[in-house]
């Protein structure tokens, strides 16, 4: 059995989620088949996406025992932009930029803000779905 084309599911599935704007025209450009590379850029994403939210839920409540612990303060003018973004923009907002950004960046601003809400799963997984399937989309015009 030949795992040469598993490992190289799994490459693409991981440039995704690295960089996820710049991996379909690389996999365009490379010459697989665009179903494929729409196939492997949204997997890739929300298997990614998916698998931080334990991380970046770990990773915020440690911070924040840190803060407390060094009595550091809760609001600083840092924070009350990002929350001001978040009450003006939303999770759909969250989404949006989660695809250009990136989903390590999708996924921190997600779960920090909107990890409580049942929407924020399915929105964010839907939203990266549409980014991967309009990117693709795009390099294939781009790549024929």
Not at 32 to 47: E, I, Q, R, T
């Amino acid at each position: 059995m030949d795992a040469a084309p598993i490992f190289e599911a799994l490459g693409w599935m991981v440039l995704s989620f690295v960089k996820f704007i710049i991996m379909p025209s690389s996999a365009m450009a490379a010459g697989l088949d665009p179903w494929w590379v729409f196939a492997y850029s949204a997997s890739g994403a929300v298997l990614g996406f998916l698998m931080m939210q334990p991380i970046i839920r770990w990773l915020f409540d440690w911070r924040s025992q840190v803060r407390r612990r060094k009595g550091k303060l809760s609001f600083t003018p840092a924070r009350r932009r990002i929350v001001r973004v978040k009450q003006h923009f939303g999770v759909f907002g969250i989404a949006f930029l989660g695809g250009l950004l990136g989903v390590p960046v999708g996924a921190l601003l997600a779960f920090k803000y909107f990890g409580n809400r049942r929407a924020t799963l399915p929105i964010m997984v839907g939203a990266y779905i549409a980014w991967s399937g309009l990117l693709t989309a795009l390099s294939a015009l781009a790549f024929t």
